[in-house]
């Protein structure tokens, strides 16, 4: 982006108006002598040079614009900006201080008032085609794949034979589904840069995923015969072999991609399915373990190395690695049966008889409810979980990616908001959103703790709102209470109650019942919605960490150009959270003056991909309770996604203000190093 400013700065020289500066400092000699300086890429001397015009001669608001470029290309972006703003105060008709103040603030992170600036720019000056295309890429940023087309489609009017613009365009397609303009793009692209590996690498992953793994080969061989260093092309032209039979030629291609990137977690695991399937059983296990190591909490990759384990003997290791998997997840039915089989083989009959059992209760439990698709990775216990994932594949439930630079950096959004037993002196804590009251709020929970069951917790617990993390103990005198009950429960207070067990438990499907059974007997109870909302969500971070994927979409960017050139994008499943939204937006319709509910539509939304609509949510909890830390650390991830950095960095600084530690560690990991 560097070289991209200071050539520009040759085609400036005829705006560079000299006729009016003749008079006591030669103002010509300082125009033509900074940008002369900036072209040959000594900076500071440019600075030095155009201080001396500005000291005096404080409204050329050319010399300004002079010095915004050569303090952007030292990186002083804070004063590049306070530069070009000074040359539109100046001369507010100016366009391309709009231009580069928007290159400047994209750059920045703050994609809201860049796009206000190729506003600006493109009403003065209509046919100014580079504005149009920076602009396609902020649209792009910020998910308006249609006006990012449009923008792009524009910019190519003009310069058809642009092979960024073509792939960017063919990559917005790609959002819109609209897989046969994608592949034109690429196409045209190839054509007029034949020389380039980008364009055979989009063109051949897209092969790959339409199955066309032959063209796909020759189209990613292709580029790693331009550029060997392309991770992404090893990848997936190994995809391509094990969909053509060729176990052998993926593999070497995995080591390759490994041997390029060795971070990413997914070559691993797709590595070990593959060695596990050709029977390599020990390497195998290896992989899995480097996969383990870094995501910990990962039940697939347990899943999957327990049953490997079992191939070479280890039998107590296999039973580990199902117990692991079931602590974090006990409706894992077909967990449950695998570890019954081995604990039959090493002659504990009993423990494999209660969890054949246990499965079995699961499985009927889900069947009942398979008109709902989202139960059908539960009750399906033949369902195969080694299949192999795509690069940009995730291993967590709710995550976030950042901005690619040499490694991939993950957070996680803080979780939705439900009723749930809490131990009383989390209340001591800097700031607890669960100090938020209202008498509505408080009345429910005081009917919840008069109940016969209710009243059976122990000192120090209390029913109370908190965020949905379901790896708490569970007070035993509730749960004891529970199973010395007689019949069903019929109140709805009894029913809720003992959703909010099944729900610690991880119960899903169980706790659902309740819920609904809790609002068969009254309709106007908010927080029956608010939980079943929860719950449906927590689910689904279920499912989908079983099937390997990322329920968010990702972007992958390069910022080394006037707008941060496109490099790849590649859609993912995104899972249905329509009921779970439906369910919590009932929940807000019967307690308008709930925030909790409000940051819960936030999560659903953007878990659903609808960050425009998630970040209107999380304002809206903010409103109604201004001390609502977690609200604006999500608030914050939104934005970094959608690459406002400056304003996400704000909400995350408000957050960690507000006693929520974990938002120093991310403003450490995007927001420090960014503007440093």
Not at 245 to 267: E, G, H, K, Y
């Amino acid at each position: 982006m560097k070289k991209h400013l200071a050539a520009l700065l040759l085609l400036l020289s005829a705006g560079l108006h000299g006729s009016t500066a003749l008079a006591q400092l030669n103002k010509p000699y300082f125009f033509y002598k900074g940008r002369e300086l900036i072209v040959e890429g000594n900076y500071r001397e440019a600075i030095e040079m155009l201080n001396l015009l500005l000291r005096s001669e404080t409204k050329e608001y050319e010399g300004y614009f002079l010095r915004g470029v050569a303090k952007y290309n030292l990186d002083d972006l804070l004063g590049a900006e306070a530069d070009f703003t000074s040359a539109i105060a100046v001369n507010p008709v100016y366009t391309m201080a709009y231009q580069y103040r928007a290159i400047t603030r994209s750059r920045m992170g703050n994609y809201n008032d860049a796009l206000k600036d190729y506003q600006y720019a493109v009403e003065l000056r209509p046919n100014m085609s580079a504005a149009y295309y920076s602009r396609g890429v902020t649209y792009f940023l910020s998910q308006q794949f249609e006006r990012a087309v449009d923008d792009f489609s524009r910019y190519l009017r003009s310069a058809p034979a642009d092979v960024n613009a073509l792939t960017n365009r063919g990559t917005c397609y790609l959002y819109l589904k609209d897989t046969a303009r994608a592949y034109a793009d690429f196409d045209r692209a190839v054509e007029i840069n034949p020389y380039e590996a980008d364009g055979y690498v989009r063109r051949g992953v897209l092969e790959v995923a339409q199955r066309r793994n032959d063209e796909g080969i020759r189209d990613l061989t292709e580029a790693l015969r331009i550029d060997s260093t392309q991770s992404i092309a090893y990848f997936y032209r190994a995809y391509a072999h094990v969909n053509e039979q060729r176990p052998m030629q993926a593999l070497a291609d995995f080591d390759r991609a490994i041997a390029c990137d060795s971070t990413n977690s997914v070559t691993y695991f797709n590595r070990a399915i593959l060695r596990s399937q050709i029977g390599d059983y020990n390497r195998a296990i290896e992989d899995y373990d480097r996969v383990a190591r870094a995501n910990p909490g990962n039940i697939l990759v347990l899943y999957n190395r327990a049953s490997v384990k079992v191939q070479v003997g280890d039998y107590r290791g296999a039973i580990d690695d199902y117990t692991r998997a079931i602590e974090l997840y006990p409706d894992f039915a077909s967990a449950y049966l695998f570890r019954s089989q081995l604990k039959a083989a090493l002659r504990d009959y009993r423990g494999a008889e209660h969890d054949r059992r246990t499965a079995e209760t699961q499985i009927e439990a889900y069947r009942k409810k398979l008109s709902d698709s989202t139960f059908t990775s539960f009750a399906d216990t033949s369902r195969q979980f080694d299949k192999l994932l795509s690069f940009d594949a995730d291993f967590g439930r709710n995550e976030l990616r950042s901005i690619r630079s040499d490694i991939w950096r993950e957070v996680q959004l803080m979780p939705v908001f439900r009723i749930s037993v809490v131990a009383g002196d989390t209340a001591m804590a800097l700031y607890n959103p669960r100090e938020y009251r209202n008498s509505r709020l408080d009345g429910y929970l005081a009917e919840l703790s008069k109940t016969e069951i209710g009243g059976a917790l122990p000192a120090g617990w209390r029913f109370d709102l908190t965020a949905g993390k379901t790896d708490g103990a569970i007070p035993e005198q509730l749960a004891e209470r529970w199973d010395a009950a007689n019949g069903a429960p019929v109140s709805w207070e009894d029913n809720f109650l003992k959703g909010i067990t099944q729900t610690l438990l991880k119960q899903y499907a169980s706790a659902l019942s309740y819920y609904r059974r809790a609002n068969r007997v009254t309709e106007d109870n908010p927080l029956i919605y608010l939980n079943r909302g929860a719950v449906q969500t927590e689910m689904i971070e279920f499912i989908a960490s079983l099937e390997g994927n990322n329920v968010m979409q990702q972007i992958t960017v390069q910022s080394d150009d006037p707008a941060a050139r496109l490099l790849q994008q590649q859609g993912r499943r995104t899972y249905d959270y329509s009921e779970a939204i439906e369910e919590t937006r009932r929940a807000a319709q019967l307690m308008p003056e709930l925030p909790q509910a409000y940051y819960n539509l936030g999560n659903m939304l953007c878990l659903s991909g609808d960050l425009p609509g998630a970040f209107e949510q999380y304002t809206r909890a903010i409103e109604l309770f201004p001390y609502f830390a977690e609200a604006y650390y999500n608030r914050g991830l939104v934005q970094i996604f959608m690459q406002d950095m400056q304003k996400g960095c704000l909400d995350l600084g408000k957050a960690g203000e507000l006693g929520l530690a974990e938002a120093y560690e991310v403003l450490k990991r995007y927001c420090v190093k960014r503007n440093r």
